[in-house]
């Protein structure tokens, strides 16, 4: 069997996730770690931290549907069984993004009709492409859209959020840490496994490349109108001295850029910008050509 897998089987699974990382998290959090209060008195500030995690269940059920579907599409053995533990890794987000749904005050009965309600219809779209080659049995052009386009980009997106709430909320911090570190292993894969199939196949250089285009152009707009939703960083810091509280100032800088005193167009940009340059590496290491996405 070619070594693309080393690091990738079931085994390695075990022993740095659940037995490492994961281990006495609750929901991907430390016990008993709770919502910051003045999130959960705060009409404004809850409602941006339900859109966020709802866009965040979004993507998250794309991302299970989509490996689970590629686990019998895979024409090696060896991909299936990494596949499977991502499935679980992709379950297991899913839970810990619909729990910080409710600990913010949703009910599981509305779960379904507040995520139709906040669901950026961009990130719909998005999941939608995705899935279609999915279901079409399309082992490249899946692990091309899922673990290079939308692991790729949604890493960045974590990694910032990170930045962000590792002083401001440190339950939510802690459970994006130990979704990163899953991502980390399935951008991982994406990179090892498709290099090899896009040289064996050249022929499907140019549809990937498609798919890479159209399913750009839906993340990028998702940022885009997701940026513009609830109150600015100031706009917090007001909520927060009228509770009569102080906000606690973060000193996180991601890629250059105070998280803290950045308006939502400087969040956007460096977003954009660090995703697009990671991601344009990304797809140069496994041989495909980044094409800028059009408006569909
Ligand atoms: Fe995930
Ligand atoms: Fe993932």
């Given amino acids: 069997m070619t070594d693309f897998l080393k690091g990738y089987d079931v085994q390695y699974w075990l022993e740095s996730a659940p037995q490492g990382y994961l281990m006495d998290t609750e929901y991907g959090h430390g016990e008993g770690e709770k919502e910051p209060a003045v999130v959960l008195e705060s009409d404004e500030l809850r409602e941006q931290a339900i859109a966020t995690t709802v866009q965040m269940v979004v993507g998250e059920r794309c991302a299970l549907a989509a490996s689970s579907g590629l686990i019998n599409a895979a024409p090696d053995e060896a991909s299936k069984r990494y596949l499977a533990t991502q499935t679980l890794d992709e379950a297991r987000h899913v839970e810990v993004f619909v729990h910080r749904l409710y600990d913010l005050g949703i009910r599981p009965a509305d779960l379904e009709s507040t995520i139709r309600q906040f669901a950026n219809p961009h990130l719909v779209r998005f999941a939608e492409v995705l899935l279609e080659a999915v279901d079409k049995k399309d082992f490249v052009a899946g692990v091309v859209g899922q673990n290079v386009v939308l692991e790729g980009m949604a890493f960045h997106v974590f990694e910032m959020m990170h930045a962000a709430n590792q002083t401001a909320n440190p339950k939510f911090a802690h459970t994006l840490s130990g979704t990163i570190a899953d991502e980390r292993r399935h951008v991982g894969f994406g990179e090892n496994r498709i290099g090899s199939l896009i040289r064996e196949h050249p022929d499907r250089k140019a549809d990937v490349e498609r798919l890479q285009r159209d399913m750009s152009y839906h993340m990028l707009a998702t940022f885009g109108s997701q940026f513009q939703q609830g109150p600015s960083p100031a706009e917090v810091d007001r909520i927060i001295r009228e509770s ?18 950045s308006d939502p167009e400087e969040l956007e940009a460096a977003l954009s910008d660090t995703i697009l340059k990671e991601f344009k590496l990304r ?7 980044y094409q800028t996405p059009v408006r569909p």
């Fill in 244 to 261: 009569g509280r102080e906000p606690v100032r973060s000193e996180a800088e991601w890629q250059g850029v105070r998280l803290a005193d």
């Fill in 283 to 289: 797809l140069e290491r496994i041989g495909i050509e």
